[in-house]
């Protein structure tokens, strides 16, 4: 029963007709499940079938609305229902549904094609806000913290729900766009057929290939996104590599000044982005 | 029999379901609420809103756990990481009592996130009533196990749905999370009495009711929770509390949610429906009845 349930849905929403082996679908069902006066067994097997894909497409729906902008309606449901047939859900949460689309996408071009790289982007930064929505949060350290020990010795880490990302497209400012479009359209739902009709049509312009840096936070739990230059993003990363502050200083660059290294640690612990390595 | 051992001997009324879209009403109105109900696998996160909105609560209210994702009819044991998560949240709230569903729903870690009927066979209780025992031993906390509503029946089943549901909790040695709205829809889809499902049951083991509204389709009734509580289930649950004593009751309202004031309306409408059973013994209840 459990293999009929994963397999996709064929057209109208209906179960398959047929079994892997060839065999009509109707007996398969029928040699498990029993029929009743209204529906046969296949008809009974069918009602969990599709609720199994419903429930998970209209998931994946959720995730990933820039994603579903930038592909297209169409588009995008192939590429849920091949996403979810290749890698049907291994948590008992539905919140790590998309775990594995960046993976997908790599391994998978041809869903996404010609724009991959820019659908690799939007699916990490929508993957990064669920992350960063509710993963653990430690006792920040302080700028006292900071100034108690050398940096030599002192081993900092970054919270681990703020999610870092070096992106090859400024994805922050289209998702944002396209969450505000679908909250507007949803807001005119009452509105005239026409101006329904003209917020339906209005495309957001996909981003241009530009090298982004962007910190996905949370304060006081509300997600925020914050671009980052790449000197401190890679100090970032170095701290959240297990590094000792001076040498994550040293992975920033020899650019880097003092003052820019005191204003983002000043911002970062402020912001509540460092904590103590366990 | 209000408190009993399944329920850690308590007496919590009416509950609702805690819902995102009513948490700020809540968190800033503070209606007066016997106790929430949540579903535990919303909570089994590392912190952010979730756990700052349940520890409000907590604040409050008294809370319950219900889970949808134990699965106590797959085969393979439960996954040591995951109760260890689960514990820590009985820990949190302090649950006097869990629940989770007699079903099964994952096979070798694939997850299908619904709640799927069993065939009921004494080896299948068997097995489910081991599982049961671990986890509760795990979690050192009263287990309630749930009635699902089906759509589909197993030729390999050798005795009734409550027969099964017996079985089960006397293996174990647990109680029953009765959800009347499940026995109703699954009287229809599958064209058994209802009023046969409640009178065989162990009426010394339910611990607590769900109550719901359903969906009616040309040839099946759906489980949606999307809806009041339908007539017939109220007639059910007034013979169930007959049967087996005021019990801590649960509406459960998940899609289409209204404001909290309807929820909590409909939920307190189980008040008129257990007046037969207030102030007399279950079992004489029961015969008045």
Redesign the interface.
Known sequence: ??AS??RPLAAGDRMQRKWTDGRPMAEVAA????P????T?F???E??NR??WF??VDCFHDDNPGLRAMLGARKFDRLALAYLAKR????????NLCSGLEAFLRAEPAWTAPRTALAIDIARFEWAQTVA?????FAPVTAADLGASPPSRLRLAVQ??VQLLALNHPVDAYVIAVKKRDTLRAEASNATTAARRRAAVRRIRLPRRSKTWIAVH?VE?QLYYKRLESSAFRILEALRAGARLSRALARGGAGVTTGQVRDWFALWTELGWLCRRK | MPANPFNGHTDYGIGLGLRVPHYSHILAKKPVVDWFEIISENFMCGGGRPLEVLDLILEQYRVVQHGVSMYFGSAEKPDREHLRRLKALVRRTNTPWLSDHLCWGSVDGTYTHDLLPMPYTFEAAKRTAAKIRMVRDFLEVPICVENVSSYAEFHASEMTEWEFLGEVVELADCGILLDVNNIYVSSKNHGFNPYDYLNGVPHHRVGQMHIAGHTKFEKYLLDTHDHPVLDPVWKLYAHATRLCGVTATLLEWDDRIPSFAEVHDEALKANEFIGGARGAAPAEAARVG
């Open positions: 029963m459990h349930l994963l040699e498990i499940i029993k009743n006066d209204r529906l067994a008809d009974r097997l009602i969990y609720m199994y429930r998970l049907p859900s291994r948590s008992f949460t539905l919140r929505f509710d993963e653990e949060a681990p729900y949370r739990n």
